[in-house]
């Protein structure tokens, strides 16, 4: 009797289980497709589940979600330029240039070896190509004796032919002779990977010549009825004139920073002969702060001579090319190739 109750409690709740099920509404759906709400509800519109399906909510506020709507992504910040970063940063690493130099034997016009000291001071331009400098020279010679020269210049780099000009105006001093004498210079370069130019002029002003000694030289002696005397005059002059180089990197050489040149010059004086001839040069780049050069030249009133130019940039930091030319662009930062002396002879008269 108990079973049977049992049994019969247990087939009615199963029953009523099974007939709450069946009253549920039914969706088809294709094999491998799966279905969410049951499409009444419109764009922009979200439902929650209900017994009847899907409730749709109350549309976005914001915007309607169409079909194919594209949201647009939000722009980043504008950045700086690149180029005016780069120059930037290059204006940045653009600074003072301290040069050491040393010359070494018989230089055209000039008696006595010196040690010089250099500063220029590069202002970049409008652009990166363009330089306006200042250039500032301290001299000792080997007597103890001191010179200086003052330089104002404009450089210009073309970068659609790789070539640099420059031209430049110059003050010289000099106290390392027997007596001081001034000049004013101009200078003009065209400096190219192939091949360089450059011409110097040079102007004495003030003083000139110096009558440095007048000796009697040997015993009165008598012409007709004079009583005569010979006298040795010694007269020193500064030079006024010009001079210019052509040339570029040698043959098999110039790979390695080694580079030849051929000029000459033209030098005259009011109480002195003229001094015309040519001049060769080499020149080569230890380092990219480092160069030696080996001049000569020869001409009637100077003779035949030949010096030696040491040159040390002074570095930021240990050399990174050895036995190398040098950028185009980066010569904007050189001293200029000149006479930074005064030129001058020691004529002896009877």
């Given amino acids: 009797m108990n079973m049977k109750r049992a049994r019969f409690w247990r087939n ?52 309607p979600l169409d079909a194919g709507y594209n949201f647009q992504r939000p722009m980043p910040p504008a950045l700086p330029q690149l180029q005016d970063t780069l120059r930037n940063s290059r204006r940045d690493s653009v600074g003072p240039r301290f040069d050491i130099g ?17 500063f220029l001071l590069p202002y970049l331009m409008g652009s990166e190509n363009d330089v306006l400098f200042i250039d500032g020279r301290g001299v000792v010679t080997q007597l103890g004796q001191g010179a200086a020269s003052a330089g104002l210049g404009f450089r210009s780099y073309d970068p659609n ?37 450059r011409a110097n002029g040079y102007i004495p002003f003030g003083t000139e010549s110096n009558l440095i000694s007048n000796a009697n030289v040997g015993s009165p002696f008598f012409q007709g009825s004079s009583l005569l005397i010979n006298q040795r005059q010694v007269t020193e002059s500064a030079y006024r004139g010009f001079d210019a180089e052509i040339g570029g990197p040698l043959p098999l050489l110039g790979r390695y920073g080694v580079s030849g040149y051929v000029g000459g010059y033209w ?15 080499l020149e080569a780049n ?4 480092a160069r ?56 002896a008269d009877l």
């Fill in 12 to 63: 009615l709740l199963l029953f009523s289980a099974l007939s709450g099920a069946a009253s549920l509404p039914q969706t088809h759906a294709q094999e491998g497709v799966s279905r969410v709400g049951n499409g009444a509800a419109g764009p922009g519109a979200a439902g929650v589940p209900t017994s009847e399906g899907f409730a749709p909510l109350s549309p976005s506020p914001y915007m």
């Fill in 102 to 118: 040393q010359f070494l034997g018989d230089r055209l016009g000039v008696a006595d070896n010196d040690t010089n000291f250099n």
């Fill in 286 to 289: 230890v380092t990219d702060g």
């Fill in 161 to 197: 032919i790789n070539r640099l000009y420059g031209i430049s105006g110059w003050v010289d001093y000099d106290q390392g002779h027997q007596r001081t004498y001034q000049q004013a210079g101009v200078s003009f370069e065209s400096l190219g990977n192939w091949i360089d130019f």
């Fill in 292 to 347: 030696v050069s080996l001049t000569a030249s020869d001409d009637p009133v100077f003779g035949t001579n030949a010096w030696v130019n040491l040159n040390l940039t002074l570095p930021d930091g240990r050399a990174r090319r050895w036995f190398r030319p040098t950028e185009v662009q980066d010569r904007m930062f050189r001293t200029v190739e000149r006479s930074y002396r005064v030129q001058t002879h020691t004529r």
């Fill in 267 to 281: 030098l005259d004086a009011k109480t002195d002969e003229v001094a015309a001839g040519p001049r060769v040069r």
